[in-house]
């Protein structure tokens, strides 16, 4: 049986990750999404095991303690980790997955699986990418903190095999969703 495939989706908070992945998962691409943990409070919506698992900090460092973490990284001053055992026994059961994770965890992904494929989700430019933070009903301070990550995130841009600018919604799941669909084709005749 062949081994399942691993998708890396990163990009600025606020580009609309979440947003594509929820109307990725509602087609009929086979795929399974990793829920990994954070540290931070859950935003008005999100629930526990769905959209995170939101854990406390001493959870956090039992976990790492553990090497249960396939990678961590702090975020815009919260801690984010992706559960090793999931990724691991999917893609051994040949499912294929797909991580939305920061520029940083991806790298370290990226050494761990060298044939993850990496897909950095750009924003149409920085003004748009705070108008639909604050859409998202994010406080101000954190817009501000974020958008000075999110500049620095867009140049690891060149790291990735596959940059999608985010302008329309629907457009930006069908590239994402044929991108997928062929990489899947590629593998086992799909
Ligand atoms: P991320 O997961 O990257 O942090 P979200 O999915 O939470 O971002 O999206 C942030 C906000 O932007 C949400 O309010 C979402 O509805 C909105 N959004 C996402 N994609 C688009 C788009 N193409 N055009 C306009 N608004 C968008
Ligand atoms: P947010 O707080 O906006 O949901 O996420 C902030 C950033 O953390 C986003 O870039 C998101 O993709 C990233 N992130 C979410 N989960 C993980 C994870 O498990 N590992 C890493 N490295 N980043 C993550």
Redesign the pocket.
Known sequence: MRKGLLFV??????VG??TILKELLKTDLKITKCV???T?LPRPGEIDGVD?KFISLAKFEELKKDDALL???E??G?L???PRDFVERKLEEGEDVI????V???M?VKELFPDAILIFIAPPSLEVLAERMKKRGSPVEEIER?LKIASR?MEMARDYQIVLVNDDLEKTVEKLYEIIKSKQGEVCGR
């Open positions: 989706l990163s990009g600025p908070s606020g990750k979440d990994t943990y954070t931070r995170y990678e961590w990284a975020v815009g919260n984010y980790a992706t991580l939305k994770i920061d940083q965890g991806a370290k974020r995130e």
